[in-house]
């Protein structure tokens, strides 16, 4: 009679899942890079035809914007992703040293967020051979500015498709955990006195409440190793997180893909030199929002480069984690050339005003200012203060 009543009551759980099975299969079709690119080009193509036809607005601004819910889930997003790197035999050990330095030091970087900390078996080469040295390598400098700037190609902009899915789900299911937890605690001692637990009609869960998110942690890892079933991986779930349980069935699929990009940001040729890039243009201060002019410059450097690729626009906001990503391809010769004199006349514009020289000799400049400021005056005294200091 029991064995009836966990059926049932497991039949029952299925039943109220009505999005489990459409989202399994729409899910999987969503998360591959064809679908992914396939999204932002028909946003690119409605903004030209709005262009085209007069109704749109300015040829630049992101195509997409996506928020990150808490930058505190990127240590549980990185420690998914490495502990199914770890096990993949086919991904040299220098390779594998690659990504876990990206997962938990350049993403957490460019997002100003804390760094997670490598273990001692992540400093070592997982194929049993020496330690590679990276003093003498330079790094990513994160910069002060309000937001990081990548210019990436397809690779770059899948991965952080896919890493940001990944974040969001794990938050939906830690922000439900939560709320199990501080709603369901007063009667769970109740649930111990029922008469079904009683009678052994129900099992009494063996995991406590408080303890949901850090086991669901712990069966995805089981998932991908293949020791738990798919099926009840997915009836636990349900058990635990109830019609929100949906958005876990894919999660093993979701961590293989980014397994995947993140093999081919350290492997393929063009996403080296694109990180390189990255690594050269922060030391100049490119990726920071500060320097204008020296972001045009990182701007002609990454379409020369990506020529014979898409290339993305991929701002970073530090302070509220917000992804803003704009589809470069597409602009013909004369537009492209046209956008480029623009950033480059307004980072001119722009840097004039922060020479003590030119602030002091041009009196046509004093007055615009006065009638039509682009600076606080403030800041220009500020500025000039400042250069007098140094001087």
């Known amino acids: 009679f029991r064995s009836c009543f966990e059926q049932l009551e497991k039949y029952y759980l299925k039943s109220l899942d009505h999005q489990g099975i459409n989202f399994k299969t729409t899910d999987h079709k969503a998360m591959r890079a064809k679908s992914l690119l396939g999204e932002i080009e028909t946003l690119f193509d409605d903004r030209q035809e709005q262009i085209a036809d007069g109704t749109g607005g300015d040829v ?47 993403v957490p970087d460019l997002f100003a967020a804390r760094r997670g900390e490598l ?73 111990k006195d029922s008469t079904a637990v009683a009678l052994r009609l129900r099992a009494l869960t063996e995991i406590d409440i408080e303890e949901y998110y850090p086991a669901f942690l712990d069966m995805v890892k089981n998932l991908l190793d293949g020791n738990m079933d798919p099926g009840l991986f997915e009836d636990t779930c349900r058990e635990m997180f109830g019609v929100h349980a949906y958005i876990a069935f894919t999660m ?63 701002v970073i906001r530090k302070r509220s984690g917000k992804l803003e990503i704009e589809f470069m391809e597409g602009l013909d010769d004369e537009r492209a050339s046209a956008h480029s004199a623009d950033v480059e006349k307004w980072a001119n514009y722009v840097e004039k005003y922060f020479i003590e020289e030119q602030i002091e000799s041009s009196e046509k400049v004093k007055i615009r200012m006065m009638k039509r400021p682009v600076l606080l005056l403030r800041n220009l005294r500020w500025k000039k203060s400042r250069m007098k200091m140094k001087m």
């Open 119 to 191: 273990s001692d078996d992540e400093d070592e080469d997982d194929d049993g051979g020496d330690v590679v040295e990276t003093e003498g390598k330079q790094q990513f400098q994160p910069g002060p500015g309000s937001y990081s700037l990548i210019f990436g190609n397809n690779t770059y902009y899948v991965f952080l498709r896919l890493h940001h899915t990944l974040c969001e789900r794990l938050f939906r299911i830690y922000r439900q955990a939560v709320t199990i937890a501080e709603t369901e605690a007063p009667y769970r001692q109740m649930e």
């Open 60 to 106: 630049s601004g992101p195509h997409l914007t996506l928020l990150y819910p808490d930058k505190m889930i990127f240590d549980d997003a990185a420690g998914l992703i490495v502990h199914h790197l770890k096990r993949q035999t086919g991904i040299h050990g220098d390779d594998k040293r690659k990504i876990k330095e990206f997962m938990f030091h350049s």
């Open 252 to 314: 093993d699929k979701l961590i293989q893909n980014i397994v995947r990009q993140l093999h081919n940001l350290v492997t393929d040729e063009i996403c080296m030199k694109v990180f390189d890039m990255l690594v050269d243009e922060s030391v100049a201060l490119a990726t920071t929002g500060n320097v204008p002019a020296a972001e045009a410059a990182y701007q002609k450097r990454a379409e020369q480069m990506l020529a014979e690729d898409n290339c993305f626009k991929i």
